[in-house]
């Protein structure tokens, strides 16, 4: 896989989500999350990521078409896996971080050098990552129907020690621990026996180009 160039957008935020996701869309660069890693779990919804970046936050829209969507985390730290689940996890140095997050923009995140060994992102922190979701507790749809929607977050580039021209290692994912299909996809491949998102070693290269 070649290196993934995110662009640099100046002057991206302008407090209007529908402007932020359109110019990602057009002005970004979109990947496709379409790996299917484990055959006892086939079903993959379309997903796709748009990014960019600003001299402040890495952002990233999501648009996941066909998801049964679950949506019962309301919390950051919650375990938002569980429910329809967009998430980016990156690596700088010997630590990484995951990003996860649900329909409605609930976040959980932490980090540390392998699963087990992990520090939650303090609150603080967790109100700096900005989230623009089209859903809203008031319109979640049934889980029996498959549903649409689109998530754009902004993550501070201090809170992951990055700036323009770092290079990293990262990945992105679709999952739904308990959603009516339960479901892992991902952008870069994954080669182990069984579900593990927290595979380092399966990472691909990522700039953020100049």
Not at 9 to 29: Q, W, Y
Not at 81 to 96: H, M, R, T
Request: with cysteine.
């Amino acid at each position: 896989m070649s290196i993934l160039k995110i662009p640099y957008l100046k002057e991206m935020f302008s407090g209007d989500p529908a402007n932020i996701a359109k110019r990602l869309m057009t002005s970004g660069v979109m990947i496709k999350i379409d790996k299917i890693n484990w055959e006892n779990f086939p079903h993959m919804p379309d997903v796709k990521v748009c990014l960019g970046y600003c001299d402040q936050r890495l952002w990233l829209h999501y648009l996941v078409t066909g998801d049964f969507v679950r949506a019962v985390c309301r919390d950051d730290q919650e375990p938002v896996w569980q429910d329809s689940c967009v998430e980016f996890f990156v690596k700088q140095g010997d630590i990484y971080r995951n990003f996860e997050f649900n329909s409605l923009g609930v976040c959980l995140s932490a980090s540390g050098p392998d699963r087990n060994s992990r520090e939650r992102l303090d609150k603080a922190s967790m109100e700096q990552i900005l989230r623009f979701p089209s859903l809203s507790i008031e319109n979640i749809p049934s889980e029996s129907v498959p549903t649409n929607w689109s998530l754009t977050v902004a993550i501070p580039l201090g809170l992951i020690g990055l700036e323009p021209g770092s290079q990293l290692i990262a990945n992105f994912y679709k999952c739904g621990d308990k959603t009516k299909v339960p479901h892992y996809v991902s952008w870069s491949a994954i080669q182990t026996p069984s579900p593990d998102f927290h595979q380092p070693g399966f990472f691909a290269q990522v700039e953020l180009a100049r």
